[in-house]
């Protein structure tokens, strides 16, 4: 721990899954630097995580029997939580002078999904568990967003003890089949990025928000143009990519017809670490300073964004403990 950040990493059998096993090892001791992309794009997840001069027992555990990854982050006295749930792709232990190095390369849960369905799993909920707590129980386990929700009764307790061990898809169904649907009238849909929870008495999504301004950890935002791959820069016309139109067919100027750009505001913004930052999370931004740049739009970042790709980075001995984010503009 440094300056009050907070790294936990937890290394398993991927057969047995959750950090309570057993088999479970916390190498939260040692010295890490880590580097996480959730994004959107599933296939784009994964995680770079660095161990140093890590005991000879864990460089063993990790090259023969370890393969789930937990990676949890945040700051003393504040939330602190998965940033990352997936497994080993890649381990490589090396000499570097008198030290030595351990570099997992991980892919996330998401971007696993074939195993993950067919992991089985087990979860024991107690009667005064929330139901938000026992969803995020199960959204932590597959490294997915748990979205929206009646946030009244997402805060009330289940009821009863709750058990269950099946594969993870299983599971899910198990306790929207049995305690959500029944109990609350909730509702829930599940895939392969995040869990919405649904009332089914209003049939509306009450979605949770951040507001983040420079009061609330944010540290720079700007918004982003850019065309620098993009269709509309050659009138949307392949033929001017293969030089093969004929000059007599081109329209002038005068008849072409002339096309408007619809561009989605994009921004990309970092704020101090939260596991609360996830793609397809809602973000109230404003990055006004209170002087006369205010009133460039550009400059001053104000609106509602929904992220679609996160970078964490950070460490547990000092140096960078940051999110970056690129967001879209969207209303609600």
């Known amino acids: 721990m440094a300056f009050g950040r907070i790294v936990r990493l937890f ?3 991927f057969a047995v899954g959750n950090i309570t096993s057993e088999d479970c090892k916390d190498l939260s001791q040692f010295d890490i630097d880590f580097e996480v992309i959730r994004s959107i794009e599933w296939y784009d997840n994964e995680a770079t995580i660095t ?17 789930s990854v937990l990676l949890q982050a945040g700051h003393q ?18 000499r570097v002078g008198k030290d030595v ?14 195993q993950l369905a067919r992991l089985n799993c087990a979860f024991l909920f107690k009667e005064d568990m929330t139901v938000k707590k026992c969803l995020q129980e199960l959204c932590d386990y597959a490294g997915i967003a ?28 198990s306790f929207r089949d049995n305690i959500l649907i029944p109990k609350f009238r909730m509702h829930l849909y599940f895939d392969n990025n995040e869990m919405i929870v649904i009332s089914e008495d209003e049939k509306t999504m009450e979605t949770e928000q951040i507001r983040l301004d420079f009061q609330s950890g944010l540290l720079h935002a700007e918004e982003i143009r850019d065309e620098s791959i993009n269709k509309v820069n050659f009138g949307d016309d392949p033929t001017f990519f293969l030089f093969s139109q004929n000059e007599s067919d081109e329209q002038s100027a005068e008849n072409k017809p002339s096309k408007e750009i619809d561009r989605t505001r994009k921004v ?3 704020a101090l670490i939260s596991p609360k930052f996830a793609p397809n999370i ?13 009133s460039v ?25 940051t999110v970056e984010c690129e967001a879209s503009e969207v209303s609600w």
């Open 297 to 321: 739009e550009s400059l001053c970042v104000k609106g509602n964004f929904i992220v679609t790709e996160c970078c964490f980075r950070g460490s547990n001995h000092g140096g960078d403990f």
């Open 77 to 94: 006295d504040e939330t602190v939580g998965n940033i990352f749930v997936g497994q080993i792709g890649m381990a490589v232990p090396r």
């Open 51 to 67: 161990v140093y001069n890590p005991s000879p027992d864990t460089i063993n555990f990790v090259m023969s029997e370890g393969n």
């Open 146 to 173: 748990l979205r929206a929700g009646s946030q009244t009764k997402l805060s009330e307790p289940i009821g009863i003890e709750y058990g269950v061990s099946a594969t993870f898809r299983q599971a899910v169904i």
């Open 268 to 270: 990309r913004f970092t």
């Open 11 to 13: 290394i398993g059998k």
């Open 101 to 114: 190095e351990l570099i997992l390369t991980c892919v996330s849960a998401r971007g696993t999904f074939y």
């Open 282 to 294: 809602y973000v109230k931004l404003d990055s006004s300073c209170g002087d006369s740049y205010d």
